[in-house]
């Protein structure tokens, strides 16, 4: 069983930035394809960007590309999510997830098999 640890979440003012985390514990995630998602309250969870388990490939939510930066470290068994130019509608628990022997990326919720508890980003403007 994979358990998902995100951190770095928090307050910040628009404009802004924020760097979230990801790391699993019990294992190491070099071979799973990982993923970020957000949920806004009242909101169905969105995709935000995905990773292959290489990190050769990535992709982006529409409402975060060209702002957000998705990356991994598998050396560090860490996914990343770089948060630019931050505004009040990215406000959402975000939450992190993976997919075990995936190759590329994924973007629907339904193609990863284990979820992390969610951080929350709050954007004020």
């Known amino acids: 069983q994979v358990q998902l640890i995100e951190s770095g979440g928090g307050l910040v003012q628009a404009g802004g930035s924020l760097r979230l985390s990801c790391a699993p514990s019990g294992r190491t995630f070099s071979r799973y394809s990982m993923g970020w998602f957000r949920q806004a309250p009242g909101a169905e969870r969105e995709f935000v960007a995905a990773?292959?388990?290489?990190?050769?490939?990535?992709y982006y939510g529409d409402s975060v590309k060209g702002r957000f930066t998705i990356s991994r470290d598998n050396a560090k068994n860490t996914v990343y999510l770089q948060m630019n130019s931050l505004k009040p509608e990215d406000t959402a628990v975000y939450y992190c997830a993976a997919r075990s022997g995936g190759i590329v990326y994924y973007t629907s919720i339904n193609e990863y098999n284990y979820w992390g508890q969610g951080t929350q980003v709050t954007v004020s403007s």
């Open positions: 990773i292959s388990w290489s990190g050769g490939s990535t």
